[in-house]
């Protein structure tokens, strides 16, 4: 049997999180390990307990979204779902940007909400239906002159690896970090950079520039 999926759950109003809280630990395959109620807390909760994923509120004081950021910075690992009552695509894509991998409104039942959670914990990525057009359509647009202004510092040192032809064990003794690590570094690499595979990722960032002459994506 695989281990439970390690949640923590934030959000400021004490009746609704404790209702998403009760259904969550309904299911057998899912355990809350924490819950907060403003995004200070909720991201030092999870620097504590390094859950496999953290369900953030987006206009719990401090912001979901400055949470969100927070998080993907500091626990690459922890997959991150937003449960919002905003259909706002602005609210959307900035906390795609920001390492979300998934974005619910809060009308959905409890069966749907633990699903999206073990898809996201999974390593995919869940938008709300009403709001996936948006999204697309934000997608679609002509990127930037450079295509890597979305990564991070650190995805962009796991991507210039990638280009030397390192694999993600190679790189995780290289950085210090754990194979799992750099798997989730890539899942949000590949998401920003809009391609498929790290084969596509190493090819784009050897066009612009960056890895070293000569070295090929395993």
Known sequence: MSEAIRVVVADDHPLFREGVINSLRSMPDIV?????????EAVRLVREELPDLA?????????????????AAACPATRIVMLTVSEDED?????????ASGYVLKGVSARELAGVVRSVSAGEVYVA?????????????PRASDPLAELSGR??????????????Q???FKLGLAEKTIKHYMTNILTKLQVRSRVEAALLAARVGLGQPGGGAR
């Open 91 to 99: 609210d959307l894509l900035a906390a795609m940007k920001a390492g």
């Open 170 to 172: 190679e790189i995780g």
């Open 55 to 71: 369900l953030l509120d987006v206009t719990m004081p401090g912001g979901g979204i400055e949470a969100a950021r927070k998080i």
């Open 32 to 40: 809350v390990v924490a819950q907060a109620s403003d995004a200070d």
């Open 155 to 168: 995805e962009r040192q796991v991507l210039e690896l990638v280009a030397n032809g390192l694999s993600n």
């Open 129 to 141: 239906p009403s709001l996936a057009f948006g999204l697309l359509r934000e997608m679609s647009k």
